[in-house]
């Protein structure tokens, strides 16, 4: 009888070990639906509950069943609420293991307050050190001595680390309602070139449908392919290699059998739409 007695007593001190254990801290009602505070939801009964997390808890939790809370910025402390064994982004373990030390500015993660295991993205340790106190240049930055020096391309507002996005149809810009260059296929100025319309600079308006460039709706820049003219409405000789010919003038490299600037005539012996004919051998001069 007192034999049964110690092992009940045993059992229900253990409990009661196990219970404080769990319950030690601040508790997440949260974690009470679905095991919601399991690893993968994945619970299963256990030795004392019906719903124990089987592959452990996720960040900041803790106990069989991660109801429990870990204190401050621990991301795990499976032994007790205060004792941190990882901490969340930022922060270290520090004397006390308590996580509230801070890492320096630059570092995503570190062991100490002066080595980083890693460097925000705006960070690097090229400098030699293990501080992530060297900055990068800020992706949409052009920089000259480590400082934004100009925006690239699509963006703009250099105080701002030119963080601000062009306009849409904008290649380079200054503000959200002027840019410097259009994207291809788009303008800036008046539409169609009416001067008694609205002057607009945010490269609102289309080139002509047979311009890939134009400056104005009626100053084509590059033209699709076969066609010239300041508003690409003319046609390359068939002559032309490759379909292509200046877009002032209509001149162009030759196809083989072709002749002249503008590539619109035979070579001598030669006649036929494609040049691909040989004059008669009685013909004067080899011409026909």
Request: proline letters at 3%; charged letters at 20%; a positive charge.
């Amino acid at each position: 009888m007192k034999l049964r007695l110690k092992l009940i007593l045993l059992v229900w001190c253990m409990w009661l070990n196990v219970s404080n254990n769990l319950v030690e801290g601040e508790i997440d009602e949260q974690c009470r639906v679905d095991c919601a505070c399991c690893i993968d939801r994945n619970c299963r009964r256990g030795q004392w509950f019906n719903d124990e997390c089987f592959l452990g808890c996720i960040d900041g939790h803790r106990g069989a069943r991660c109801y429990a809370l870990c204190t401050h910025n621990c991301t795990k402390c499976p032994n007790h609420a205060a004792e941190c064994t990882a901490c969340y982004d930022g922060y270290y373990p520090g004397p006390a293991r308590n996580c509230t030390p801070r890492c320096l500015p630059g570092c995503k993660t570190c062991t100490s307050g002066t080595t980083c295991t890693s460097c925000k993205d705006e960070y690097n340790n090229d400098n030699g050190y293990n501080n992530c106190s060297n900055r990068k240049c800020p992706k949409n930055c052009n920089c000259e001595n480590g400082q934004c020096a100009s925006c690239k391309d699509g963006y703009y507002d250099i105080s701002n680390i030119c963080y601000s996005l062009c306009p849409g149809n904008c290649a380079t810009c200054s503000s959200n309602t002027y840019c410097g260059s259009c994207k291809e296929g788009y303008y800036k100025g008046y539409k169609n070139d009416n001067v008694n319309l609205p002057l607009l600079n945010d490269c609102t308006y289309k080139c002509r449908d047979n311009c890939i460039q134009c400056s104005s709706y009626n100053s084509c820049l590059l033209c699709k392919r076969g066609l010239y003219g300041s508003t690409c409405d003319k046609s390359c000789s068939v002559g032309c290699m490759s379909n292509t010919c200046d877009i002032l003038t209509g001149n162009c490299a030759c196809s083989s059998n072709f002749a002249w600037e503008s590539c619109d005539k035979c070579k001598t012996g030669k006649y036929g739409n494609m040049c691909d004919q040989q004059c008669s051998a009685g013909c004067k001069g080899n011409k026909c």
